[in-house]
């Protein structure tokens, strides 16, 4: 993910297909090094219940990796989710004032465990 030559070159072309057709199974979103900017969010989707979604750094570096927000509003918002994993990834909010419904990581009703 990421790139010129990726199967999806934006996280967010690569959540909406997630977000729009769900998982059959286990899906591993390799991330191109890159600073990524906006507000991503994803939500409960077809196979969150059942299957693994990993997104983490091609190179397994944390620093290579790095989701913005662009200077306002949450980097990124899960709701509803269950088998989300983020690996080696790392989130910055922009140097806009915090409020208090802005998040760098938001995870709203998540749950990894029966």
């Known amino acids: 993910m990421g790139g010129a030559f990726a199967t999806f070159p934006s996280l967010q072309q690569a959540l909406d297909r997630i977000n729009c057709g ?3 199974g286990n899906v591993i979103l390799s991330i191109n090094p890159g600073t ?3 507000n991503f969010s994803l939500t409960a989707f077809p196979g ?6 990993t997104l ?3 190179t397994q570096k944390t620093e290579d ?4 927000n662009g ?3 949450s980097v990124f918002t899960a709701t509803d989710l269950k088998n989300l994993y983020l690996d ?3 989130f ?3 140097n806009t004032p915090s409020v208090l419904t802005e998040y760098t990581l938001f995870l709203h009703r998540y749950r990894d465990w029966e």
């Open 56 to 58: 983490t750094s091609s």
């Open 22 to 24: 769900g998982i059959s």
């Open 65 to 68: 990796v790095v989701f913005n």
């Open 71 to 73: 200077g306002t509003g």
């Open 92 to 94: 910055q909010k922009g």
């Open 48 to 53: 969150s219940q059942t299957h693994q979604l």
């Open 88 to 90: 080696h990834l790392s």
């Open 36 to 38: 990524y900017s906006g």
